[in-house]
């Protein structure tokens, strides 16, 4: 007996049975019903009945009373063999409902190619195999039966198997920005790497923001076949924060040098006006300084010598007492506190290098079409990213809004420099765009990720967010995202907020639970529904991927060459390793994690080898 439709409910949903085989979940079938031009269906429930399982049993669940009447009036029997049910929906649309009797079989690949593949693979982004699509392998054409390799974690790297997955991406355009989200484990990492590989193929220039350091090209993924590896060394670049790449001081905004300042240590509101008072428009960063350090010299001794230099003529005397009074008019006595406050916030901002360094690399590699990534600890990172970010898309903007609005002899004279679509790709992303807690102030990194997730279609940037949580992730920014690949993921808040925004059903939620690593749904109006995929090989692997018991091996001899090492780079700070960490790396010739150093210098303190002092801004490992 072959597979035959058992029962309706909805126009769009049906029973099918069979005692041959096992359904898959996912998997395609066409119903020889030619009523209705043989609908392609896609098998949303399934289920195994016998006389050990009875269908009054509660994992009868899916069925209905005329479902099981008319299985036996189909010849089926209960008492003596198992039967397979799968509840199915129909893709597309219905003219009648569907002949309960109908045969169903498997399609072959030419009979869904323009449901499950409408862009060719050089068109689009091949991410991977389109769950439910194994059967139909065989019916693949040549030059897409094997695009799309695939890994398991005990075996290595296998063959395609099933229908490449093909994305569209020149529909971002109208469906702008992705997120990537799951739990831990559940395979974000690895298939933002697949996307950012195709991504870089298809020379898209990106901004990445990696405060993991995972985000390197540069390995190929161990045992991928010869004709399979992709060398993408030309098409990106790494940077870190304070070495770099970095801010002109003088650019800054006062609300972006105040969130910069507060990556050392949240800023109090005292601060936060002091600022506003001291930094005017065409401020350096010594002239900054001077005025913060002359200030405190008054409030500390008195105005005296300022007005014996102020009366001999001294312009920066002068100053510096208008300063005084307009702080003291303003604020009153917490003034020498904020003062010295801000003062060392920016001390240890300078001591990063950031103010040594600035954002021409990154101009340059987005004009390239190149891949830029970012490296810094996440606290810079996310405060250096607004600043970053609001530069581009200005840039972009005014290339896009002068286009509009002017001849081309006026953008001539004006010498609006011409600038590129990209993309912005930040890992962590609920971190640099949080969920709004009342009465909090917005940072500019968040203020421009919204700006963005609303304007940026209008001015072809698109938005990759990466989060773990995206309950925690900016609800305004979220509403924008098109297109979303959700791994697996337990938490029942971010379940939630994932049913709210996505077409994900009841039962596709509760699968969810329960995916390997690797594959995800993926629900995106550009796709119009969703489908669940296995995220292929990637070609590269991070630097550090290491299997935990293998790197075990390498402590003792090696964390020694490290101690050794960390020695001649003290001071070390959360703050300061950035301008090390590559050095250090070089050093001991392999990538060490921030994680594995903090840990070593620790370790270090605790055998009494180096000492810790306290700096209000945190630990600092220093010589003993
Ligand atoms: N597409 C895939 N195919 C096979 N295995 C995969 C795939 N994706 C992920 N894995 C396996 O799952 C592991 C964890 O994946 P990954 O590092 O991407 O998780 P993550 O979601 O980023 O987790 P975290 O939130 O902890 O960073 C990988 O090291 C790999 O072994
Ligand atoms: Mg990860």
Same mark, same amino acid.
């Given at each position: 007996?072959? /597979? ?16 041959? $085989? ?17 609908? /392609? ?30 299985? !036996? ?10 039967? =397979? ?107 933002? $790497? ?122 920066? #005397? ?10 003291? $008019? ?7 506190? #904020? ?36 490296? !810094?600890?996440? $606290? ?9 970010? =609001? ?24 010498? /609006? ?15 640099? #765009? ?157 990538? /060490?994690? !921030? ?30």
């Amino acid at each position: 007996m072959s /597979i035959t439709v058992v029962g309706n409910t909805t126009n769009s949903e049906v029973y099918i049975a069979t005692n041959e $085989r096992k359904f898959i979940i996912n998997e395609y079938l066409i119903i020889e019903d030619n009523d209705n031009d043989e609908p /392609i269906v896609e098998i949303i429930e399934t289920n195994s009945f016998n006389k050990f399982v009875p269908l009054a049993s509660e994992k009868a669940g899916i069925m209905e009373d005329t479902v099981k009447q008319n299985l !036996s009036s189909y010849g089926y029997d209960l008492d003596d063999e198992t039967i =397979n049910l799968a509840k199915v929906r129909v893709v597309g649309e219905l003219s009648k409902p569907i002949t309960v009797g109908s045969t169903v079989r498997l399609p072959k690949f030419n009979e869904v190619k323009h449901l499950l593949m409408k862009k060719k693979p050089n068109k689009g982004l091949t991410l991977g195999v389109i769950r439910g699509t194994s059967e139909m392998q065989d019916s693949l054409p040549n030059d897409v039966s094997n695009i799309a390799m695939l890994y398991k974690d005990d075996i290595g790297v296998l063959d395609q198997e099933g229908v490449p997955f093909v994305f569209d991406y020149y529909k971002t355009a109208q469906y702008p920005h992705m997120l990537v989200t799951g739990g831990s484990g559940s395979g974000k990492s690895y298939g933002t $790497r697949v996307l950012l590989e195709e991504k870089m193929q298809k020379k898209i220039p990106m901004i990445v923001f990696d405060p993991h350091y995972e985000m390197d090209f540069s390995e190929t993924f161990e045992g991928l076949p010869v004709n399979y590896q992709y060398d993408y060394k030309r098409h990106y670049e790494i940077a870190y924060v304070g070495r770099d790449v970095g801010v002109d001081f003088t650019e800054l905004s006062k609300e972006e040098l105040s969130s910069l300042l507060s990556s050392a240590k949240n800023m109090t509101s005292t601060m936060e006006t002091t600022l506003a008072v001291v930094l005017e428009k065409r401020d350096t960063l010594t002239s900054f300084q001077t005025k913060l350090n002359n200030l405190m010299e008054i409030y500390q001794d008195g105005t005296g010598e300022y007005e014996v230099r102020r009366s001999e003529g001294d312009k920066v #005397a002068t100053k510096a007492l208008e300063l005084y009074n307009r702080t003291k $008019r303003e604020l009153g006595t917490a003034t020498l506190m #904020a003062l010295s406050g801000i003062g060392w916030r920016l001390e240890n901002i300078k001591a990063t290098g950031i103010f040594n360094c600035n954002i021409d690399s990154i101009h340059n590699a987005i004009l390239k079409r190149k891949t830029i990534i970012i490296r !810094s600890n996440i $606290r810079l990172l996310k405060t250096f990213a607004g600043f970053i970010i =609001n530069n581009l898309y200005k840039k972009r903007r005014k290339y896009i809004d002068s286009q509009n609005t002017l001849t081309q002899e006026q953008i001539k004279q004006l010498n /609006i420099e011409k600038f590129p679509p990209f993309e912005v790709v930040i890992d962590e992303s609920h971190n640099f #765009a949080p969920k709004t807690i009342e009465g909090e102030n917005m940072t500019p990194t968040k203020w421009i990720i919204r700006e963005i997730s609303a304007e940026g279609r209008k001015y072809g940037i698109n938005l990759v967010l990466v989060t773990q949580r995206p309950s925690n992730l900016d609800t305004t920014t979220l509403a924008n995202v098109n297109t979303k690949f959700i791994y697996r993921t337990n938490n029942s808040y971010d379940l939630a907020t994932i049913s709210e925004e996505t077409d994900l059903t009841g039962a596709e939620l509760d699968r969810l639970k329960y995916f390997q690593s690797g594959n995800c749904f993926i629900s995106s109006a550009i796709q119009g529904r969703s489908l669940a995929l296995t995220t292929r090989v990637s070609k590269t692997q991070s630097p550090h991927f290491k299997n935990p018991y293998d790197e075990l091996d390498e402590f003792g001899e090696n964390n020694d060459k490290l101690k050794e090492v960390l020695k001649k780079y003290l001071p070390l700070s959360d703050m300061n390793l950035a301008n090390y960490h590559m050095d250090i790396n070089n050093e001991v010739k392999k990538t /060490i994690p !921030s994680k594995e150093i903090f840990e070593t210098l620790e370790e270090m303190y605790r055998s009494g080898e180096i000492d810790i002092k306290d700096s209000p801004l945190g630990k600092q490992y220093v010589e003993k």
